[in-house]
């Protein structure tokens, strides 16, 4: 089955630096890759995606790149707010699946 | 918020008592799913299930079990055979095989007295 490591495990950054995520995954038949927020007592809410076919997307402050070749994708948050702190999770679904794993999450903390 | 709702928020058990943590959903998705959150260990997929009346069980299903009934109701039952039982439960939906996206509810957090 698919395996899905997240890393860092905690990342601490300043107001207004950017912050970045990083998972690979071991299944290259995997082809669906979506990040969920957690904030603190709420639950997971889904913020980007992206398919095998795309190299990148953007949404506002937060993009995301694939690299299928080296089987990882990372989140990058542009200048980080106080509200960006959460828990990041990455997962990864395979193909003809909709299953998805996830990494472990990522603790971001934005200190003002 | 709104959409799938998970009962209790939270909920205790004495040793060798079953409980049953309640979701349901009225997003008429077809897929719904159970995962469990441990400090440091992301979301653990306990069982999820694709239609009424079938289920299946995920990475870590010895000591649960589910039923799927009704489309809007997936409800969980932590057995006495599950001997940590303590963690944050979260019940998902997706509209199903078409489309990946999760939806969660808010959680019930599970402690052994």
């Known amino acids: 089955g698919e395996n899905v490591e997240q890393h860092p495990s905690t990342l601490s950054v300043q107001e207004g630096d950017s912050a970045v995520i990083k998972c690979t995954y071991s299944d290259s038949a995997s082809n669906y890759f979506p990040w969920y927020k957690q904030e603190l007592g709420k639950r997971p809410q889904l913020i980007i995606d992206i398919r095998s076919n795309v190299g990148e997307k953007k949404d506002q402050r937060i993009a995301v790149t694939l690299n299928k070749t080296a089987k990882h994708f990372s989140l990058h948050i542009t200048e980080t707010q106080p509200e960006d702190s959460a828990v990041y999770f990455c997962?990864?679904?395979?193909?003809?699946?909709?299953?998805?794993?996830f990494g472990r999450g990522t603790s971001l903390i934005v200190h003002p | 918020d709104g959409g799938i709702t998970q009962s209790p928020k939270y909920l205790f058990r004495k040793e060798g008592q079953n409980v049953t943590l309640s979701c349901e959903q009225n997003?008429?998705?077809?897929?719904m799913y159970w995962y469990r959150q441990d400090p440091g260990q992301g979301l653990r997929l306990i069982y999820y299930?694709?239609?009424?009346?079938?289920?299946q069980k995920g990475d870590i299903a010895e000591g649960y079990s589910v039923s799927r009934e009704k489309k809007e109701s997936f409800p969980l039952t932590v057995t006495s055979a599950q001997k940590n039982p303590t963690a944050f439960y979260l019940c998902?939906?997706?509209?199903?095989?078409?489309?990946?996206?999760?939806?969660f509810g808010s959680g019930t957090q599970l402690s052994v007295l």
């Open positions: 998902a939906s997706s509209i199903g095989a078409t489309n990946e996206k999760l939806f």
């Open positions: 997003l008429n998705h077809d897929a």
């Open positions: 299930s694709q239609i009424v009346n079938d289920f």
């Open positions: 997962a990864a679904i395979e193909g003809g699946s909709y299953i998805p794993t």
